[in-house]
C-alpha cells in the first residue's frame, strides 16, 4: 500500500507541473439540493461513498455533471487525462486520497504567479466537491472495459434486436448477466463499485421496448467514450 501511495503521490504532484492554467474559465455553478446536507465544517472523508446506493448514484450523476463542467478541460473526459493534469482517477478511494483531493479543491494550485488551478471552495462548495470526487472516484479500469467489451457489444446487439422484436427476450437474464460484468469492472481508485455501462444498463432494462433500446444506447455511447 505504501509503495502504491508514494507512487500515485508522485504522478499527481508531476501531473500538476503540466496543468492547464483555468484562470480563463468561469466556473459552472453545480445543482447539489438532491444531496444530503455535510455541515459547515470541511470534512476529510467523502461523505456520500458509504450512504446507500440511492444516495451514492445521485452524488455520481450530480459529480459527472460538476466535474464535466469544472474539471474536464484539464483533467479530461471522463477524468481519463491526457498527461497535462494529474490522472485523478488513480487517487485512493480513502481518506488519505480524499485529502489530498480536498486540499485541491478547496485552495488551488498556483505555480510561478499563474494559477493552474482555482480555489472551488467558495466558488462551487463542499458538497459539489465531494460529488465530483465521488464520480471520479467511481470511473472503471480502462483495462477492464477491454476486456468485456465484446462481451457488451454482442448485449448492445441483443437489445436492440428485442426493441424491435421482443419475442423470446429474456430481461431477467441479460440484466443478471450485466450485473455479473458490471462486479467484475474494478475502478483505478480502489472504490468498491465501478459506475460502468454495464451497471447502468442493467438498471435501464424494464422488459419494455423502450428500455431494451435505451440500455443499448448506454452500451453504445459508454463503449465508443471508452475507445
Same mark, same amino acid.
Given at each position: 500500500m505504501a509503495i502504491r501511495i508514494a507512487a500515485t503521490t508522485m504522478a499527481l504532484l508531476a501531473g500538476t507541473t503540466l496543468a492547464l492554467a483555468h484562470g480563463d474559465v468561469a466556473p459552472q455553478p453545480v445543482d447539489t439540493a438532491a444531496l444530503p446536507d455535510v455541515g459547515e465544517e470541511w470534512l476529510i472523508e467523502n461523505p456520500y461513498r458509504d450512504q446507500g446506493m440511492e444516495v451514492w448514484q445521485e452524488a455520481v450523476d450530480i459529480g459527472a455533471s +460538476? =466535474?464535466?463542467q469544472n474539471c474536464a478541460r484539464c483533467h479530461g473526459l471522463g477524468a481519463v487525462s491526457g498527461g497535462l493534469a494529474p490522472d485523478l482517477r488513480y487517487l485512493e478511494a480513502e481518506e488519505y486520497g480524499d485529502e489530498w483531493y480536498?486540499?485541491?479543491?478547496?485552495? +488551488? =494550485?498556483?505555480?510561478?504567479?499563474?494559477?493552474?488551478?482555482?480555489a472551488f471552495d467558495e466558488l462551487l462548495g463542499q458538497k459539489a466537491g465531494?460529488?465530483?470526487?465521488?464520480?471520479?472516484?467511481?470511473?472503471?479500469?480502462?483495462v477492464a472495459m477491454e476486456d468485456v467489451t465484446p462481451e457488451l457489444k454482442g448485449i448492445r446487439d441483443q437489445l436492440l434486436g428485442w426493441a424491435e422484436d421482443a419475442a423470446g427476450a429474456d430481461p431477467d437474464?441479460?440484466?443478471?448477466?450485466?450485473?455479473e460484468i458490471a462486479e467484475g469492472i474494478e475502478t483505478l481508485s480502489g472504490a468498491p463499485l465501478a459506475d460502468s455501462v454495464a451497471y447502468r444498463a442493467a438498471f435501464q432494462i424494464d422488459g419494455s421496448a423502450e428500455g431494451y433500446k435505451l440500455a443499448a444506447e448506454t452500451l453504445t455511447i459508454g463503449l465508443s467514450a471508452a475507445q
Amino acid at each position: 500500500m505504501a509503495i502504491r501511495i508514494a507512487a500515485t503521490t508522485m504522478a499527481l504532484l508531476a501531473g500538476t507541473t503540466l496543468a492547464l492554467a483555468h484562470g480563463d474559465v468561469a466556473p459552472q455553478p453545480v445543482d447539489t439540493a438532491a444531496l444530503p446536507d455535510v455541515g459547515e465544517e470541511w470534512l476529510i472523508e467523502n461523505p456520500y461513498r458509504d450512504q446507500g446506493m440511492e444516495v451514492w448514484q445521485e452524488a455520481v450523476d450530480i459529480g459527472a455533471s +460538476g =466535474y464535466n463542467q469544472n474539471c474536464a478541460r484539464c483533467h479530461g473526459l471522463g477524468a481519463v487525462s491526457g498527461g497535462l493534469a494529474p490522472d485523478l482517477r488513480y487517487l485512493e478511494a480513502e481518506e488519505y486520497g480524499d485529502e489530498w483531493y480536498m486540499e485541491r479543491y478547496r485552495f +488551488g =494550485y498556483t505555480q510561478n504567479g499563474i494559477t493552474k488551478m482555482p480555489a472551488f471552495d467558495e466558488l462551487l462548495g463542499q458538497k459539489a466537491g465531494w460529488a465530483i470526487r465521488t464520480y471520479i472516484e467511481t470511473r472503471p479500469d480502462d483495462v477492464a472495459m477491454e476486456d468485456v467489451t465484446p462481451e457488451l457489444k454482442g448485449i448492445r446487439d441483443q437489445l436492440l434486436g428485442w426493441a424491435e422484436d421482443a419475442a423470446g427476450a429474456d430481461p431477467d437474464g441479460v440484466k443478471a448477466q450485466l450485473a455479473e460484468i458490471a462486479e467484475g469492472i474494478e475502478t483505478l481508485s480502489g472504490a468498491p463499485l465501478a459506475d460502468s455501462v454495464a451497471y447502468r444498463a442493467a438498471f435501464q432494462i424494464d422488459g419494455s421496448a423502450e428500455g431494451y433500446k435505451l440500455a443499448a444506447e448506454t452500451l453504445t455511447i459508454g463503449l465508443s467514450a471508452a475507445q
